[in-house]
């Protein structure tokens, strides 16, 4: 039962490939867990390791949050380039995922990434043009949206990854 907690924080991992919380949905079953699961003997976590998963997490939202919110506030986005960008971000990674790159293992997961923040790119070049902006102004606001969305996720992701530690190192100690 211990090894499934981890291979479920696995699947919520890679959830923020997507654009999905799954560091929250780590956060939830590891607090179930504590809750639910064994309250002794090797299979036991204790509520200390939801909360440090906790705290990862909300690592994980200030990193993505303010990537984001500084790459779009640099370049000048409006409020419905933004959204547009967030939109297309999930477009984009869950399409990434689905097609992938030709790389064993982690093809899929660079592609989310990379996806991700093509698809924040298009969504703000679109919404900057149909305001009204002309092409060079909307691309700088996509570049800026492109590299706030791909830093952002890299952040969530290594937050994420740091929740699946300590879930592995729970179950095995």
């Known amino acids: 039962m211990s090894v499934g907690i981890v291979a479920l924080c696995l699947v919520g991992w ?5 654009a999905l919380p799954g560091n929250w949905i780590a956060v ?4 179930a867990y504590a809750c639910l699961g064994p309250s002794d003997g090797r299979a036991e976590i204790g509520f200390a390791v939801p909360a440090i998963a ?5 690592l994980g939202e200030v990193l993505e949050f303010a990537a984001s919110a500084v790459g779009a506030k640099k370049a000048g986005a409006s409020r419905r380039s933004t ?5 297309g971000s ?7 995922a689905f097609i992938g790159i030709p790389v064993p293992i982690v093809g899929p997961v660079l592609a989310a990434i990379l996806f991700g923040g093509l698809g924040a790119t298009a969504g703000a070049i679109y919404g900057e043009w149909s305001d009204g902006r002309n092409w060079r102004e909307s691309w700088s606001i996509g570049h800026a949206a492109f590299w706030g969305r791909t830093f952002g996720t890299l952040g969530k992701v290594s937050a994420g990854l740091a929740i699946v530690v ?3 190192v729970a179950v095995l100690f």
């Open 83 to 87: 959204l547009l960008a967030m939109a």
């Open 54 to 58: 906790f705290g990862f997490a909300m």
């Open 14 to 18: 890679a959830l923020n490939l997507i």
């Open 90 to 96: 999930m477009v984009g990674a869950i399409a990434g």
């Open 28 to 31: 939830a079953l590891l607090a």
């Open 166 to 168: 300590v879930a592995l």
